[in-house]
C-alpha cells in the first residue's frame, strides 16, 4: 500500500532533519513554489531557498512582506549540501541548474508529462490545485506558525485559477491556515494576485494586439506572442476565448516558451497537449488540464501553430469518443 505523503515525509524527516539541504523552486518562481519552499524550510533549519531567474510579482512582493531570502541555484556548491529539495516542479527544463545534484525530495502537483526527476523520496499529487496545499499537509503542525500559514494560504489562493480546480480540501486547508495567521482574505489576494506593474500591463495589451484565431473542433482558439508576462497574458486572454496559447521566444535557452490556458468546458486537457508537442518539437511539456506550459526548441511561429494542431486534433478525438 503506498505511503500518504505526510508519511513520506515523516520519513524523509527522520532521515535529514537537521542536515543541511537546498530548496528549490522551478525558475520564475511564483508564489506557490515560494510559499511552499518558505514553509519547508521552517521545518528543515539551516535550509537554504534557491531559484533562478527573476521571479514573477506575487512572489516577490510574499518574500518582501515576510522577509523571505531566495539566492540562485546557480551561486551554491553542491559539496556544501546534503542534496537537493525540488518542489513545484519535477522536470530538469524548469529547473536546470538541479542536473549533477543529488535528488532527495520531489514535492509536485503537476501531471507525469515531462517529468524526468527522480528523488530519493516523492509526494505527487496531481489532483492537488497548488504545491501549497500539499506542503501544509505534509509539514508538522507544529512548524506552520503564523509567518508559514500566511505563505500558504497566498500560495493556494494563488495557484488554484480562482478556485477553479479547487476541491474540498483547498477550503479545509485554506481556512485552517487563515485562523493560524489571523489573515483577512483581501490582504491574501493582494499578493495572490498582484496589480500587474505599469510595463506588464502594457506587455498583456500588446499580446492582445497580437491575437489571432481559429475556430475548430467546436473551440475559439486564441494565440499570441509576449515579450514578457506570457502566463498574464494567456489567462487573460482565455477569458475571452476558449483556449489560449501564448509563445514567448527565450534567448537565454535558445527556446520557447508557451503558456497555455482554457475555460473550464474545454474537454481537451492541456497538458497532454503540452506534452505532445513537446514530443514533436523537442523539449518538455505538462502542468494541468486547464493551465499548462511548454519550453520547445523550436521558434515561436512554428511552436503556435503545432500548439494549435495538435489541440485541434485531440478535440477531434475526444468528439469521437464522447
Known amino acids: ?21 537546498a530548496i528549490a523552486t522551478h525558475n520564475r518562481a511564483d508564489a506557490d513554489g515560494i510559499a511552499s519552499a518558505y514553509a519547508l524550510s521552517r521545518a528543515l533549519p539551516g535550509s537554504v ?22 539566492v540562485p541555484l ?7 549540501f546534503e542534496g537537493l529539495i525540488v518542489v513545484d516542479t519535477s522536470a530538469f ?41 500539499i506542503v501544509a499537509g ?15 494560504s497566498v500560495g493556494i489562493i494563488a495557484d488554484a485559477a480562482r478556485f477553479k480546480s479547487a476541491r474540498a480540501r483547498t477550503f479545509d486547508t485554506l481556512g485552517r491556515l487563515m485562523r493560524i495567521c489571523g489573515a483577512e482574505y483581501r490582504e491574501l489576494l493582494e499578493l495572490a494576485e498582484p496589480d500587474p506593474k505599469p510595463e506588464a500591463k502594457l506587455a498583456m495589451l500588446t499580446a492582445m494586439k497580437r491575437v489571432e484565431f481559429v475556430y475548430a473542433g467546436g473551440y475559439i482558439i486564441a494565440t499570441t506572442e509576449v515579450g514578457s ?14 483556449v489560449c496559447f501564448v509563445a514567448k521566444w527565450k534567448d537565454s535557452e535558445n527556446a520557447t516558451r508557451i503558456s497555455a490556458r482554457a475555460r473550464k468546458t474545454v474537454h481537451v486537457p492541456l497538458n497532454e497537449v503540452m506534452a505532445e508537442v513537446a514530443g514533436e518539437l523537442g523539449g518538455a511539456g505538462g502542468g494541468h488540464a486547464k493551465a499548462a506550459g511548454a519550453s520547445l526548441k523550436a521558434h515561436t511561429a512554428e511552436s503556435l501553430k503545432t500548439c494549435v494542431e495538435v489541440f485541434i486534433s485531440m478535440a477531434g478525438n475526444a468528439q469521437a469518443r464522447r
Open 93 to 133: 527544463t524548469l529547473v536546470p541548474n538541479a542536473r549533477g545534484w543529488k535528488l532527495l525530495c520531489i514535492i509536485d502537483h503537476h501531471r507525469p508529462d515531462g517529468r524526468d526527476m527522480k528523488g530519493e523520496f516523492e509526494i505527487i499529487d496531481p489532483e492537488s490545485p497548488s504545491a501549497s496545499e
Open 49 to 70: 531557498i534557491c531559484t533562478d531567474e527573476e521571479m514573477n510579482e506575487g512572489a516577490r512582493l510574499l518574500c518582501e512582506k515576510l522577509g523571505i531570502r531566495a
Open 229 to 242: 508576462n506570457e502566463s498574464d497574458a494567456a489567462s487573460l486572454i482565455a477569458d475571452a476565448a476558449d
Open 138 to 152: 505534509i509539514v508538522p503542525e507544529a512548524d506552520i506558525a503564523g509567518k508559514e500559514a500566511f505563505a500558504l
Open 1 to 21: 500500500m503506498e505511503k500518504a505523503g505526510s508519511e513520506v515525509f515523516r520519513d524523509f524527516l527522520s532521515r535529514y532533519c537537521g542536515r543541511k539541504v
Open 74 to 80: 546557480a551561486t551554491l556548491e553542491r559539496k556544501d
